[in-house]
Nanobody
């Protein structure tokens, strides 16, 4: 069974860069037709799709975040990474890694942006 685990700092200062890693086990991130997404949920709000990297390595970003974010993958480590630059308190959220189309989600990691 595919499992996803997010990792990264729980606290980031404003204007800094947030970096998160999603480690995938039980399957390869290059398996055909798997799409690996970063999704976040700010407190009291709904889920927000941030971006997706496909099994082939193609990447799509949310237009609202595209200028600040970068998604990458490391096939040797079987993980997908997220970087979000110039963070503000509005970026405080639970961040999830998911192969949503397959029903696989990580448990999520809380990130707070605060000085």
């Amino acid at each position: 069974q595919v499992q996803l685990q997010e990792s990264g700092p729980g606290l980031v200062k404003p204007s800094q860069t947030l970096s998160l890693t999603c480690t995938v086990s039980g399957g390869s991130i290059t398996t055909s037709y798997y799409y690996w997404s970063w999704i976040r949920q700010p407190p009291g709000k709904g889920l927000e799709w941030m971006g997706t990297v496909t099994y082939e390595g193609s990447i799509n970003y949310s237009p609202s975040l595209k200028s600040r974010m970068s998604i990458s993958r490391d096939t040797s480590k079987n993980h997908v990474s997220l970087q979000l630059t110039s963070v503000t308190p509005e970026d405080t959220a639970v961040y999830y890694c998911a192969a949503a189309g397959r029903g696989y989600w990580g448990q999520g990691t809380q990130v707070t942006v605060s000085s």
